[in-house]
């Protein structure tokens, strides 16, 4: 009986190890696909720029700049929002990735309790151990530096051009009203990115399954 239940453990040890670098493997996956995604909208953006800025030396701001803008612009705010949905997906698998592996570590030092001082990171799959897994060292400005803020500002960024162009060409406003146009639709753009990935983080918190919760802090009476 106790060589069966030696050879069931192993036999799960061995089935969760191969778990667990195939789970490692699928992480790597959503970081190549967000650096590509990432990667391949800011070179159609720097690319649709500079085509834009001999557009407008040409033209001189005329009609065919305008034209060219209202073409332009809303291919690059489309790419820019399928992007930023995109980002967030990859974003939400590779949380779950990374719960899927606190569990397997988890089973390792149920296994092994001999263990724990050797890990670096949490064996728990709790939000909180999830984001300490991804962000060991905690700051205050810790989402500026994400993938997804640095597509929200551009897409915001090119959202109050846009405006700040079709104030001033087609309904022939002065350059203060244009430029006030632009930074309204630029700040509107960004509140709405910023309301869509509060409700996806809120989401996807309120469907997580925790199963191996961190132990909550006991206080001494």
Do not use: C, W
């Not at 239940?5 to 696909?33: K, M, P, V, W, Y």
């Not at 151990?129 to 597509?151: D, K, M, N």
């Amino acid at each position: 009986m106790d060589d069966q239940t030696d050879g069931t453990i192993q036999r799960i040890s061995q089935f969760l190890t191969t778990e667990h670098f195939t789970l490692q493997g699928a992480r790597n996956g959503t970081i190549s696909e967000s650096n590509g995604r990432l990667s391949a909208y800011l070179t159609t953006v720097s690319m649709s720029i500079i085509a834009l800025s001999f557009v407008a030396q040409v033209s001189r701001l005329g009609p065919v700049f305008l034209g060219f803008s209202i073409v332009i612009f809303p291919i690059l705010m489309s790419l820019g929002i399928a992007t930023l949905i995109r980002l967030t997906q990859l974003g939400i698998s590779d949380v779950l990735l990374i719960q899927a592996i606190n569990r397997i570590r988890h089973y390792y030092l149920e296994m092994a309790p001999g263990a724990e001082p050797y890990l670096s990171y949490p064996h728990f799959d709790d939000a909180e151990s999830i984001l300490s897994t991804v962000v060991p060292i905690r700051v205050a400005y810790e989402g500026f530096g994400s993938a997804g803020f640095q597509v929200a500002v551009l897409n915001s960024f090119l959202a109050g051009a846009f405006a700040g162009i079709l104030a001033a060409g087609l309904l022939a406003l002065d350059a203060l009203p244009s430029i006030a146009t632009g930074v309204g639709g630029m700040i509107l753009a960004f509140l709405l990115q910023g309301l869509f990935g509060a409700a996806m983080g809120k989401r996807i918190e309120r469907s997580m399954e925790v199963r191996f919760p961190r132990p909550l802090p006991s206080s001494d009476a």
